[in-house]
């Protein structure tokens, strides 16, 4: 290793740490001796060398002295991986800027071990850390790896698998795998069974990826007894047999596996695990929420979002809708998508908590954004209403120019300009474009008719949505059976936002039918809250007298989709993805993380 990376990953070291961690690299990688090598790393680490204390959460993260005393030190044998203080250090380390801790850091709070909550907001902030850094951040594994380490090898392949520090890159990690694999590393082949299975830097033989699942499954590898389960639950390699995929999912979760927590408390929630009396498949509440619990509080965000939806629907556990929410806001905070769109309901509706409409638009950006369409219709009905306040203040000086020479240049020139030029200006007031192309070309056109903006025409926002086409995605308190005001149920939201786009009318189309209904037309009683002060904008009295002011959009949220990233390792990822996300009961989220079966637990 480099100096001037050997002080990059130190962080202002002494020459005597820097002495200490050549010094234990060498040990490491020419005398393959483990006990010299890790104690010049902790008395380096003890000198300030940040390198060298994630170094020492390495060793502790792979039990790296297993079986080997320590006599010089005094210090307890390490017996087995101590997750708990290895994240404890790499935490110390990544906040000081070392790559090493990050990239380590990235993949344990996607996936999770024992003792360690994952939490993907902390791995999305160590994969940005580290993609900073470039190939530099995990230099030392790179080193290591060539020399024979199989722990840095699984590492390595880890990286160029889930593209941390370096780009993706399957063959690499395939590479990388077989090396680790060949010497018995349990979690490398794992990700060898996973890449034999997805074809992914070799060819596509998922029998061979059963075989090495197996041979991970054998030292009780819980991710590759996991994976097995899998396999049987999609009949690849092996015949379909749910039982067989259940009794695989309860082994892997008794060594360790969240997943497979989650996965069993969706087989209890559709009875496919449980049988009544007869012997007939049966739905079991209290386990399949006692499985949900567990992974929860491990940090699995699909478990949260599950758990969440049995505190709503008292499924197997107390109806709560506070505590509904709770577990929604956990699973929203690491980007689960469904859970943003779930906890967006729940604040514009004041379900389980007081209602707070602007917070309620927050999330459902972000569920937009995650590609839930349901959050985008419902984010519809707000960006028309907005987008027309301005709109109409500038496209009325069209309709007031053909009557009137009084129109100040300053309205009146925008119609000088080629049709083409004045969508583009006006784009940017649908800056999103959660509005379709074709939806908001219609919108400008009516807003600028003479015909359309006269104020005894539309006075209630309702019915212009409905004039529009929108009504179905504007969410009122009689859409249901419920007892109007009294709705608490996230599903017959959802229900409201089951449909299409209506064809998009032309303006005379409008023009008429407003013409028609003129006489009939009465200001609503109440309006929804969510539009009260934007629909006030839209009556325009004096459209000379009013400065049109367009305040600048909100940056987009830019946390990287977790929802959309997942594969379809298992027929229930590709299930249940947005579209009935909100059946009674809900149904479950599916269950695979990113290049889901990757991970160790």
Known sequence: MDTCTLK????????????????????????????????????????GCVLALALCAFFREFGLEKGISDTASLKPVIEREDYQEAERLYMTAAAQGCGVAQARLAFLKTHGRPGIVIDLSVAEQMRKLCAAQGATAIRWLQLVASSGLASAQFCLALCYYNGIAVPENDVEAFHWCVKAADQGHAGAQNVLGNLYTEGSGCAKDPVQGLRWYI???????????YNIGTLFERGVAVAHDERQAFGWYLRAARYGSINAQNVIGIFYEQGIAGTDENGDLSQNPTRAADHYRIAAESGHPHAQYNLARCHHDGFGVLKSNILALEWFQRAALQGHALSQ??????????????????????????AAENEIAEAAKRLATYTVLEYLTPARVLLFARARTAASKTCTPSLAGIWSLPPELIDYILTFLNPRQIVPPNVARSLRQIAGDRRTLSTNRLRSKDH???????????????????????????????????????????????????????????PMESDSPLMIDTYDALVVEDPEALTPTIASAA????????????????????????????????SPAPYPFPKGSSGNR
Not at 13 to 36: C, I, N
Not at 341 to 362: N, P, W, Y
Not at 499 to 506: H, K, S
Request: aromatic fraction near 6%; charge should be negative; hydrophobic fraction near 35%.
């Open 8 to 47: 990059t990953q130190c962080n202002r070291p002494t020459l005597r740490s820097l002495v200490r961690v050549q010094l234990g690299t060498q040990a490491l990688t020419h005398e393959k001796d483990v006990v010299k090598a890790r104690r010049y790393f902790q008395r380096a680490s003890e000198e």
């Open 215 to 225: 041979r991970g499954a054998e030292q009780r590898e819980a991710a590759a007894i």
């Open 341 to 366: 769109f779930s906890m967006a309901i729940c604040l514009e509706r004041g379900i389980g908590t007081i209602q707070d409409v602007e917070k309620a638009k927050e999330q459902y950006w972000r």
């Open 464 to 522: 212009l949505l409905r004039v529009l086409g929108m009504e179905a995605f504007a969410i009122h308190n009689g859409d249901c059976e419920c007892a109007p005001g009294q709705c608490s149920r996230i599903s017959h939201v959802v229900e409201t936002l089951d449909g299409d786009w209506a064809p998009i009318r032309t303006v005379e189309e409008v023009a008429a039918e407003l013409k028609e209904e003129e006489r009939d037309i009465r």
């Open 555 to 586: 940056e987009p949220w830019s946390h990287q989709s977790f929802y959309s990233s997942y594969n379809s390792s298992s027929p229930s990822s590709s299930t249940n993805a947005s579209t009935s996300i909100m059946a009674s009961p809900i």
